[in-house]
């Protein structure tokens, strides 16, 4: 297959897709490319997102654009809905470690990652296929990726829970391999980590006792995320200019608009403690925008903060992140989420979503609340 390059903004992808309503199916990648950072998530149907389709790249993306990462997700895989705005990927559903690595070497050489993201194992121990040879397949799986590509970072997770006791315990033996291995890698130079992936979610947060919800996955992405921010020059440099449209020419996008902000009002909360917030329209197209909110703690620490908003001209939020956001009618009320909500006297913390307008944007004026 040829593969094709495209250098766009995501935010324009996500918001053609968005408009259309889609939710692409699993198929060959169509190579979509940023010209960011390239990153491979890797391993079987819970990196392709079996039951939630995009799985955990949903809010690894999601928070990789907050944090104005460039990222190009590559793989030979491609899936996921409209808020995931690169969709390619190297998940195959019921594949076990010696599946991904008989081809793991044509991969890395296709689609020459700067960062790789295993999640593997699940298969070997549901088909009960010598489950106590894993840890050295995994083994050689590692050898064989640093080897086709020795400058690049790779991640490796231990497997999430398993709710059948019996194939939890295999898991939890297999996992118990995990840090041993990695951490011989690294001490041969390889720049291999490791992901505490087992920890972070509970037989609660599976679907079908083996596929995460949608929840599970996203304690999957902040678990990825703090673990590729945690290494240097696995993601690039953040903090560069919010994703935007591309300034070419487009038969479906309407001029964007200036990057317009408002700063909030910060009412005292009981104890004294304050947090302002900003909003910023970032990028916007026909019938849709994105926008960032930038939530900074006052003279005092906070452990908890509120946002609140009311549209002007009937504009609705279609998906978020880094926030948990309702709304009734015009009002619009985003609370933190578990790893964002504590920040130290100053600190700042940013959500954003991609909304929908018609005929006019204008910036609301926000209030922020905290604890």
């Not at 790249?57 to 907050?66: D, E, S, V």
């Not at 470690?97 to 793991?104: G, L, P, R």
């Not at 960062?115 to 298969?123: D, K, Q």
Request: proline share 6%; aromatic share 8%; net charge neutral.
């Amino acid at each position: 297959m040829r593969r094709r390059t495209h250098r766009f903004a995501a935010i324009v992808l996500a918001a053609a897709v968005m408009a259309s309503g889609a939710v692409l199916g699993a198929g060959a990648a169509s190579a979509e490319s940023n010209g960011g950072v390239r990153v491979m998530p890797l391993g079987d149907s819970i990196t392709e997102g079996t039951q939630v389709p995009g799985g955990y790249r949903i809010g690894l993306w999601q928070r990789l654009a907050a944090g104005r990462y460039t990222v190009d997700f590559v793989g030979s895989q491609y899936n996921g809905p409209s808020n995931l705005g690169d969709h390619d990927h190297e998940g195959h559903p019921g594949w076990r470690i010696d599946q991904i690595d008989a081809n793991i070497t044509r991969w890395v050489q296709t689609y020459t990652p700067r960062t790789v993201l295993l999640h593997i194992g699940t298969n070997d121990v549901l088909q009960n296929y010598n489950v106590s040879g894993a840890p050295q397949r995994l083994s050689t799986l590692i050898d064989h990726i640093t080897a086709a590509a020795p400058n690049a970072e790779v991640f490796v997770a231990t497997i999430i829970p398993l709710s059948n006791s019996g194939q939890e315990a295999a898991a939890r033996n297999f996992n118990a391999q995990i840090p041993g291995i990695v951490q011989s890698k690294a001490n041969s130079g390889r720049h291999v980590h490791l992901v505490d992936m087992h920890s972070k979610l509970t037989t609660g947060d599976l679907i079908d006792g083996i596929h995460p919800t949608a929840t599970g996955y996203d304690k999957m992405a902040a678990a990825w995320y703090a673990a590729l921010q945690s290494v240097p020059g696995s993601l690039g440099q953040g903090g560069g200019p919010s994703p935007s449209p591309s300034p070419s020419p487009s038969p479906s996008a309407s001029p964007s608009a200036s990057p317009s902000a408002s700063p909030s009002s910060s009412p005292s909360s009981p104890g004294g403690k304050s947090c302002s917030a900003t909003y910023s329209v970032t990028g916007q197209w026909q019938g849709g925008f994105q926008a960032s909110v930038t939530v900074t703690a006052g003279a005092s620490a906070i452990s908890s903060w509120t946002v609140t908003w009311r549209f002007g001209d009937g504009q609705t939020v279609a998906q978020s992140w880094n926030a948990t956001i309702s709304s009734s009618g015009s009002q619009v009320t985003a609370r933190n989420v578990s790893y964002n909500g504590a920040l130290g006297a100053g600190a700042a913390a940013e959500f954003g979503f991609l909304g929908s307008w018609n005929g006019a944007n204008g910036v609301p004026a926000l209030t922020c609340t905290a604890a």
